[in-house]
């Protein structure tokens, strides 16, 4: 069964040395469900590498 997605949240926690990025999406019957969080350096080589 296919769920439909109310929303979708991206969180990023910028520090000085790394960015922690992760992914929510919050599904019709409420559920809030998590994608796995990563690290990336904070450098623009490593931003690069988000899109």
């Known amino acids: 069964m296919e769920q439909h997605i ?3 949240a991206l969180g990023v926690d910028v520090s000085k040395e ?4 992760s ?3 919050l ?3 409420f559920a809030k ?5 990563f690290r990336v ?3 623009l080589s490593e931003f690069k590498n988000l899109y």
């Open 18 to 21: 790394n960015l922690g990025v």
């Open 27 to 29: 599904t019709v019957n």
């Open 41 to 43: 350096s904070n450098d």
């Open 6 to 8: 109310l929303k979708l």
């Open 33 to 37: 469900e998590f994608e796995d969080s």
């Open 23 to 25: 992914l929510c999406r």
